[in-house]
């Protein structure tokens, strides 16, 4: 017998007689408390985002490239890696080559294996899409893709990411209905809810534990 | 720089008894205990200040709990299906030996030399760190609180703040010692002292170990929940991941997980998410760029099927390891975690150790409480942790000969003298006649009662039967109002 059919017979085996109970889940429990009117979601997110040290920034599809060129440069980060197959890394491209001298741009456009001291030792800004957001707990959410791999949102010390205003959702029910997400996972999907942090010395605060030490946001009011 | 101050050590010697006193006469332990779960009980009592959303959403954890587990073994094979189907090896162990013998396998079969771990309490369960280190394979911990036990040769003394037992002094002794750094009691510095040398760790490894918060069948998603991002690096970096988790941890849907993943966070920390919400449905597939090229899951049973078992004991494995009952238990906070001297401390290891390593090995845990029921207020999943405690009471005092053979170990604490003992209070009281003449000897011969009775006296005034007894006087009473 094998270790899975003794466990599976055993378990099988307390249960006989029994019927299994029934499914009443109640979405209001997870629904209601937990909705917003539209027009709050923004300043529900930057409530709770701000409480854990996100940085978040007003912006326009059509100004954004620029204002990330700027954040670049107040932070004196000598680099950023983009996904160069995803329209938001072109659209940084095209920015950079019409504005010469920022910062220099890296593509994540090979397998890790090839590259991962750079990534580690020498990339210390990154820039990827999202999902969309959950107003009820401050969260991002990131579906890594082969364009935009996982590593892009966790390894480098400063991360920007596109938040486009219309999709934000209420609450982390509501985006697994959306998305269809019991129909299909992905290898990855992630929800950001902050910079990496950790309480474990003493229950006392300190970020940048081994993810980004800053989380920036950028969110597209008009998309 | 200012002289390190002492490191406490419980030592995982004695019995649990011996082990309570000493870490009661340490005073540093009990203030370092008493502020992170007076900390704790505050920041989870604000996150839920809603008491009829925390209740309804209690009630709704318990039943998701309970489904789960009333077809858990169609749930095991439909989630070893979807995952198989998603690319990820499902490995199966009854015990702790053979768990290790398939982590092993799995390391040998990569010819791999230094893993690195997210945090895992199956791993703990398995002792793996220990297990690989003697194969000569390096295990190194990643989680902060983790790293900074492993460092000090110690166990984690809470199941979510492992470290909770040392302050910022004693971290920065231990740093300053181990890893040759300046001596800092600075915390932002400290953090990033560990951040630096397990950077390297997580760049270097060749796998990557981790556990899991909910293995969701439906979709064939394991779900794994932290603040630091050590988590994901283990999971992502390293060529090869593998997690390990008892059999218990799989729900029915993805949507389950909403209202756990909510409860989880809020009573473990008071914080409506964390960090990171990670969902692993599989390795990376042929055109992706990262991620681990093979994902294994190990199913650990290790007495989880015999607490199943039973109908009462199966609520056990309702736990979802949030340590609220930790941070709200007066035994735990006075005597800290290492004095249960086993994986998990606290009402919860209480409950669930004897399961595990039997009854016999750990017979006074199920008593190492006062009953107060702070326990079963908090638990997300309403485990009911007092009745369950007092049925492993129940069981540790069974005659051998029983024929009802509930768990390992029951009965350790059986004593022909006890039960007789018992026995004959029981007729006593349930025979008038009998009761009637106990009740005019006890009061006659009320001066003859000792006054020293064991453990009793200790904190407690010897007890002395009244003059005349409560039937007496209520019949002397009734005497009189006949006369009126």
Redesign the interface.
Known sequence: MSAKQNILGKLRKSLSGTTPLADNFDEALVTEPWSYPPEQRIAQLRKLMEAVHTELHLTTGQAWPQLLAQLLRERQLPSLLIAPGTPHGQRVVEYWQQHPGLPALKAYDRPVEEWKAELFNDTPASLTGTLGAIAATGSLIVWPTREEPRLMSLVPPVHFALLKASEILDNFYQVQQQHKWAEGMPTNALLISGPSKTADIEQVLAYGAHGPKDLVVLILEDQ | MSAPTLIPTVEVQDDFRTRAHKALGDAQLRN?FR??MD??MTKRAVAFS?AH?RE??RA?GN??R??AL?????L??QLEQNLTRNGVKVH???TVD?ANDLVLSIIRAHEARQVIKGKSMVSEEMEMNHVLAEQGIECLE????EF?VQLDHEKPSHII????H???GQ?ASLFHDKLGVEYTKD??Q???I??KV??QK??EADIGVSGVNFAVA????LLLVE????G??ST??PPVHIAVTG?EKVV?????V??L??LLTRSA?GQ??????????????A?????PQEVHLV?L?NGR?QA??DSEL?QTLNCIRCGACMNHCPVYTRIGGHAYGEVYPGPIGKIITPHMVGLAKVPDHPSASSLCGACGEVCPVKIPIPSLLRRLREENVKAPDSPNQVMRGQGSKYSRKERFIWNAWARLNSSPALYRLFGFFATRLRNLTPSNIGPWTQNHSAPKPAARSLHDLARAHQGKQGDQ
């Open positions: 370092n502020s992170a900390s704790l809603d959303e309804h959403l709704l039943a998701i309970a489904r009333s077809k858990l073994p169609d095991l094979e199966w162990a009854e053979e990643s989680d902060m609180g900074i703040m492992p470290a909770i040392k302050n910022a971290v915390v932002d400290l953090i990033q560990g951040r397990l950077r997580f760049f439906e979709t064939g998603t603040n630091e991002g050590n994901r690096m992502t970096v059999i029915e849907n993805l949507r389950d909403v209202p993943l909510s920390l409506p998410i964390t960090t990171y919400v990670n969902m692993i449905s599989g390795p990376r597939k055109h992706e760029l990262d991620g199913l049973d099927s199943f078992a199966r």
